[in-house]
């Protein structure tokens, strides 16, 4: 359909704007199957399960971040999910990628599935990537190359592929033109090289906003035969290549960790955190709370923005997490608990501790120095709050952050520092917290290090700091593109 005038535009969304759009009662999934003959692959499931409960619950859920493999079935879900939100629920809504190719890639198939539907279109024009339904239903396909393209109107959903090219105010943006109680689901796939705005900002997200799920999903998991036959061949080389070279032959480490990224949808390390000695299969494992043993408390008062943490740890003679033969002469320490709030009074955080089956094995307290500071609203130090509702000794005293830092940078590096899974916002910092260079001297940086800060005094504290500085950080590329295929031109 030719695309129309303005005068006649404008006479027609007023007119849609009064009308009473059917929505469909059923959830994106039967919904899908009735009339599509579609069903999600056990990757995507869960994306549209979530959907489907929030929308019973009339629950909030307005951003979802993917974060998943190359092949693994994430342009397929755009359009389906697109197709739901703009005919079986007549919202208005934009798909988004980074270049007029990749958008024209998903809009397209979108364009035909409604234009070739049992709802009656009254705008249908696919030069201009914008479809309108006579039930109130608006698909525009946008990218964001053009950032000028990303104004209009408010609306309810968007849909963004390869997310992993999003800036900073790409997504500001974005976050402008959403209205209500929106959708914004970000597909992408982790980068091939250190991480992206994307894989960051998702991680900040998570488990910090109610309202926002992070899913990932490696590339085996879509069944179809071509992407099936193409990971057999991949693993195939894989084991050519650790047979041939050894498992701790470097090339094979490297193309190893190219094929968790690209196949896997694994994130990179990035290579300016703060304490990259930290090995997340070594150091993240089962750490049961033993009633024989004493506790300690590792604090950071965390005024707000900033979190109040608690890190609980427990020591054990150092290799009874790895089940090696243990050296009782050396501690390790598990971290068996922690508490990681915003915007609670300390008296509070001390009363939820206290309910902790672990606490009346607490021996000793360590706090940063910054509690024994003056609080200006309370007129009360941290510190002083602590020791008069305790009865175990809080320490609190001056710690060089740099010298502290290196002395967890050591634990982890030699494994004696282990992390319960259920200690999450623990482990999701060493992931956040960041260093940068200024004139040839480390600057840590201030967000993202309020457990990591505590435990890394804690530590001092209790253990004494490090003997040898710590090695500077290494700022390289995380995949060397032009050698990664060196092995099979030799």
């Known amino acids: 359909m030719a695309s129309l005038s303005p005068i006649v535009r404008d006479a027609l969304a007023m ?19 009735e009339r599509y003959n579609w069903t999600p692959h056990k990757g995507q499931e869960p994306v549209f399960g979530l959907i489907e409960r929030a929308m019973a619950e009339e629950g909030f859920l307005n951003e979802i971040d993917l974060i998943c493999a190359k092949r693994a079935g994430k342009t397929e879900l755009v359009k389906r999910l697109a197709l739901y939100l703009t005919v079986g629920l007549s919202m208005r809504g934009w798909v988004l990628a980074p270049t007029e190719k990749l958008v024209d890639r998903v809009f397209q198939p979108i364009f035909g599935l409604i234009r070739d539907s049992d709802v009656p279109i009254v705008e249908a024009n696919e030069a201009e990537r914008r479809i309108i339904t006579a039930t109130g239903g608006v698909l525009e396909g946008l990218t964001w190359g053009n950032p000028r393209q990303i104004e209009g109107e408010g609306i309810h959903f968007c849909i963004c592929d390869e997310s992993q090219q999003m800036t900073p105010d790409v997504y500001d943006r974005i976050k402008a033109r959403l209205v209500g109680n929106y959708l914004w689901v970000r597909i992408g796939s982790p980068a091939e090289e250190g991480r992206s705005f994307y894989e960051e900002h998702a991680l900040e997200l998570s488990d910090a906003v109610p309202n926002h799920r992070v899913f990932r999903w490696p590339a085996w998991v879509n069944p179809d035969r071509d992407i099936q036959q193409m990971l057999r061949i991949e693993r195939n080389r894989l084991a050519t290549l650790r047979r041939e070279l050894g498992k701790d032959a470097s090339a094979y480490k490297q193309e190893l960790g190219w094929y968790k990224r690209v196949y896997g949808g694994k994130s990179a390390k990035a290579s300016d955190l703060a304490v990259a000695s930290f090995d997340e299969s070594v150091q993240v494992r089962p750490c049961p709370y033993d009633e024989t043993l004493p506790v300690f408390l590792f604090i950071d008062p965390g005024y707000f923005p900033a979190h109040y943490a608690a890190v609980v740890c427990q020591p054990h003679a150092k290799g009874e997490a790895l089940g090696v033969e243990p050296d009782p002469e050396v ?160």
């Open 15 to 33: 007119l849609i704007d009064h009308i009473q759009a059917p929505r469909t009662d059923q959830g994106p999934r039967e919904w899908l199957r």
């Open 331 to 490: 501690i390790e320490l598990w971290q068996i608990d922690e508490l990681y709030v915003q915007q609670v009074v300390t008296s509070d955080v001390i009363r939820e501790l206290k309910g902790r089956p672990w606490w009346r094995n607490v021996e000793r307290a360590v706090i940063d120095v910054s509690a024994r500071q003056m609080n200006r609203q309370t007129g009360v130090r941290e510190v002083d709050v602590w020791t008069s509702m305790v009865n175990f000794p809080v320490q609190s005293r001056f710690v060089a952050a740099m010298d502290s830092l290196n002395t967890l940078r050591e634990w982890c590096a030699s494994a004696r520092l282990f992390h319960d899974p259920s200690c999450k916002h623990t482990i999701k910092e060493y992931g956040l917290w960041k260093m940068r260079r200024t004139d040839g001297q480390e600057i840590p940086g201030q967000a993202w290090n309020d457990a990591l800060q505590a435990l890394s005094y804690g530590l001092v504290a209790l253990y004494g700091y490090r003997d040898t500085p710590a090695q500077p950080i290494e700022w390289r590329r995380q995949v060397n593109v032009a050698n990664r295929r060196w092995a099979w031109r030799r």
